[in-house]
């Protein structure tokens, strides 16, 4: 069993920066892989970033350039950096831990761009 917890979403201006972090609690975090996910009202929740468990990252093409996925295995925490803020990236942010078949969920937490 993993524990996933979310912090640091809020109100931020477009082009601001917000740092997103997932703490992880339970089973070995260092062997899981990470994913953030976002969800807006009325959309799927889409992919945002990965970061496996050797460390490679991928990302969406939508935030290429802009966000930051990390990892700090000491810390059992995932981040997710994201600069350059757009309206569009408002959303519910989520944390996913998964290994083989099994994946846990972190509550979520909401970021929202708006001047």
């Known amino acids: 069993q993993v524990q996933l917890v979310e912090s640091g979403g809020g109100l931020v201006q477009p082009g601001g920066s917000l740092r997103l972090s997932c703490a992880a609690s339970?089973?070995?975090?260092?062997?899981?892989?990470m994913d953030w996910y976002r969800q807006a009202p009325g959309n799927q929740r889409e992919l945002v970033a990965t970061i496996n468990s050797r460390g490679s990252t991928n990302y969406a093409d939508s935030v290429k350039g802009r966000f930051t996925i990390s990892r700090d295995n000491a810390k059992n925490t995932v981040y997710l950096q994201m600069n350059s803020l757009k309206p569009g990236d408002t959303a519910v942010y989520y944390c996913n831990a998964h290994l083989l078949r099994t994946a846990y969920w972190g509550q979520g937490t909401q970021v929202t761009v708006s001047s």
């Open positions: 339970g089973s070995d975090f260092r062997i899981y892989d």
